[in-house]
Structure formats: C-alpha cells, structure tokens
C-alpha cells in the first residue's frame, strides 16, 4: 500500500493471544483505482506468517467492506515474487488481472488482483470467514 506512516492507523490490527501480529487496512484514495474500487492490504509479522492469520483477517475486512462500505471490488496488489501473499489472495477468490502492474519507483512488477464484494456476490468461503482458532484475529 506504499510507505507507511509515522503514525499508522490501520482499520484493524490482528490480534493473537493478546498480542498483535499484524494489521489489516483499506484505502479508497490512489488515483489508478477506478470508481468504486478500494486498496485492500495486511501485514502479518515476521514469526507469525503462515499460520493463516492473513487469510483469516483479509477474509473478515472483505466481508466488513461488503457489508458497511459502498466499495464494489477490493484490490490487491502484490510484488511477483511474494508467493505466500499470492496464494492468500487466490484461496480467498480475488482474480488476477491482465498483466503486470507497477507501481515502484524502482519498476519492479507488481500483480493485480481484485474480488467483487457487492452485497450480492460470492466474496470468501464462508469456513474462512467463520474460522477462528484462537477466538480472533
């Protein structure tokens, strides 16, 4: 989602046994999203990867962008080479789009993915929004 900020506020930090292990955040505001479109992003910290947390998280901000928001298709954008973010956003149904997309100043490729999260449609497998191991995100 581009250079963090020096006061972050993330929409939803994920917490697990009372400590947090990452955050989740939407953005509606980059000028190359289209009308009704919204930046998803996450970040599951180091030692705490691979062990769903992203999936989980990513699936419940998708379902709260469905349900509170007026946003009709959530997109992510992932570096080519981060296969663990570009598994979790195929598990959860987001549908990569035609070539690459970039968006560093340095012209490394990017991926773009996005999912219609109209009320109507079909976001996420219901077991993953449902799922929680420890009683949270």
């Known amino acids: 989602m581009g250079p963090g900020s020096n006061e972050p506020a993330p929409t939803a930090c994920i917490v697990v ?4 292990v990452g955050w989740v955040d939407y953005d509606p505001g980059p000028a190359w999203l289209q009308p009704g479109e919204v930046n998803v992003g996450y970040v599951v910290f180091p030692g705490h990867r691979g062990l769903g947390y992203a999936t989980r998280a990513l699936a419940l901000l998708v ?6 928001t007026p946003y009709r298709t959530a ?7 981060n296969e663990r973010s570009l598994a ?21 490729g990017q991926v773009r ?3 219609d999260i109209r009320p109507d449609a079909v976001v996420v497998d ?12």
């Open 63 to 68: 379902r709260h962008l469905t349900v509170e």
């Open 17 to 20: 046994a009372g400590d947090v």
């Open 88 to 108: 979790v956003a195929e598990r959860l149904g987001f549908t990569r789009t035609a070539g690459d997309f970039t968006l560093t100043e340095n012209g490394e």
């Open 126 to 137: 219901a077991e993953v929004v449902e799922y929680a191991p420890d009683g949270g995100i």
């Open 113 to 115: 993915y996005e999912v």
């Open 75 to 81: 997109v992510l954008v992932i570096d080519h080479g």
